[in-house]
């Protein structure tokens, strides 16, 4: 009965979707379901955040510009969905989607407590007809051991009977500024998987009424496990071509001349590119969910364990070889000043977490070293201690620095124009790698 009931209302899109958590992977997904003609709740306990989104105000331009990708659903128009930090909502929705961050805590252990917390909030408002469905990366096994045992234990629900629990991971990807993207939002595929199969069904129809394509799988373990693997590759993968980085400074060989040239081949190869460290909140991040599950079952992962500390390496690597140049050049004494170039975590995007920049921001900071950054795509920054102002992309105000340290190429940046104002560059991504000057320092 609830099964018919809740499908003929996603059908009529007469259904009500409650996203929790608004950050860039839930407000695209209240936004995408909004245009598809469903009612629409979105809840973040950040009480600041949803009283901006009200006013019309954004702390991003990324959430911005995700409103207004399409012109007939300008910024007015989100007073035609409900937000609040209230949970009490909960009870109006058919569908409830979790989209909340999965940190670690200081031992490098997995945190789960935003889930735990979300789910004991919405207890009361919970009732049977309802789908929940996770959108957060966890280790294999967590939906049905934390979710499924929640709804079973405390609820008492009939899982797949008179309510439907779904695990499908994001696929989201922070807005890139200033470059045509292959895939987006709609069109790239999503798995969707259920604690049962009637779960997996209604879930995938649900999603394939918002999204081109819907992969199914009977085990939520399987799609738990593919998130993980998603992520992982990329660890492993970046962490390889970070120490290759470090390897053919010592041989004198041009990394990024090697890849370029490795790439040429049109099978066999995928070309990851060497930098200052990784960022972001899943590759530094997801890892050591899987490490830490791996070790339940009295299994050691060499791989996932060697890329962490790998690129953890190459950021301390890339900071004992700015301050040996500092030291060949006379720079970081009293009176010079450094300007870092870019500080998000890859290019063309405004987001900072877990950016390397982060820990060059630390490191001249203890060692007293003069300096501000330039990005126009974060224009201010509280890490820690550290309170910092973007200074304008300007190019005639970099001649002012003794170095300018390249963190993030964005698209946005003239590289002739960086070149002709400045003293000295350190470069850490090969942004300049095609131009040949003898105060560029690659590393």
């Avoid at 996603?10 to 259904?15: G, L, P, Q």
């Avoid at 974060?378 to 390249?406: C, E, P």
Wanted: hydrophobic share 35%; with cysteine.
């Amino acid at each position: 009965m609830y099964y018919k009931i809740l499908k003929d209302k996603i059908t009529s899109r007469k259904a009500t979707v409650a996203i929790i958590g608004l950050g860039y992977v839930g407000l695209p997904l209240l936004i995408q379901f909004y245009r598809k003609g469903f009612n629409c709740i979105g809840i973040d306990i950040d009480k600041k955040k949803i009283d901006d989104i009200y006013k019309k105000k954004f702390e991003k331009n990324y959430f911005e510009s995700i409103i207004k990708k399409k012109r007939k659903h300008s910024v007015k128009k989100l007073k035609q969905i409900k937000f609040s930090s209230n949970y009490t909502l909960i009870s109006k929705a058919d569908i409830i989607i979790m989209c909340l961050p999965t940190p670690i805590y200081k031992n490098k252990k997995p945190n789960l407590s935003l889930i735990t917390n979300s789910l004991n909030k919405m207890s009361n408002f919970l009732k049977k007809g309802q789908l929940l469905s996770l959108e957060s990366t966890v280790a294999p096994g967590t939906t049905n051991k934390v979710l499924g045992k929640f709804l079973q234990d405390k609820k008492k629900f009939k899982i797949s009977e008179d309510f439907f629990l779904i695990y499908s991971p994001e696929r989201e990807n922070p807005v890139i500024k200033n470059i045509g993207q292959k895939f987006n939002f709609y069109n790239t595929p999503k798995i969707c998987s259920g604690y049962s199969l009637k779960c997996t069904n209604l879930g995938a129809y649900m999603y394939s009424k918002i999204l081109k394509t819907v992969v199914k799988t009977n085990s939520t373990k399987n799609a738990e496990m593919s998130k993980m693997i998603e992520n992982v590759y990329r660890s492993v993968n970046i962490a390889f071509v970070n120490e290759l980085k470090m390897l053919c400074h010592k041989m004198k060989i041009d990394i990024h001349e090697v890849l370029k040239l490795a790439g040429t081949k049109p099978f066999g190869f995928t070309k990851f590119k060497p930098g200052p460290g990784i960022g972001g909140h899943c590759i530094p991040i997801d890892p050591y969910y899987l490490l830490h599950e791996a070790k339940n079952y009295n299994f050691y992962s060499k791989f996932i364990d060697i890329a962490l500390k790998t690129n953890e390496e190459v950021t301390k690597w890339c900071l004992k070889k700015t301050q040996k140049i500092f030291l060949k050049e006379n720079i970081g004494k009293k009176g010079s000043k450094v300007l870092m170039l870019g500080i998000t975590y890859k290019a063309n995007i405004d987001d900072v977490r877990e950016s390397p920049a982060l820990k060059f921001f630390e490191y001249f900071k203890k060692r007293k070293i003069n300096f501000d950054y330039c990005d126009p795509y974060i224009l201010n920054i509280k890490h820690k201690n550290i309170h910092k102002k973007s200074i304008k992309l300007n190019y005639k105000l970099f001649k002012s620095y003794n170095a300018i340290l390249l963190l993030t190429g964005h698209n946005i940046f003239n590289k002739n124009k960086i070149i002709n104002n400045s003293n000295l560059i350190i470069d850490t991504r090969g942004f300049f790698k095609k131009y040949k000057k003898k105060k560029i320092y690659f590393i």
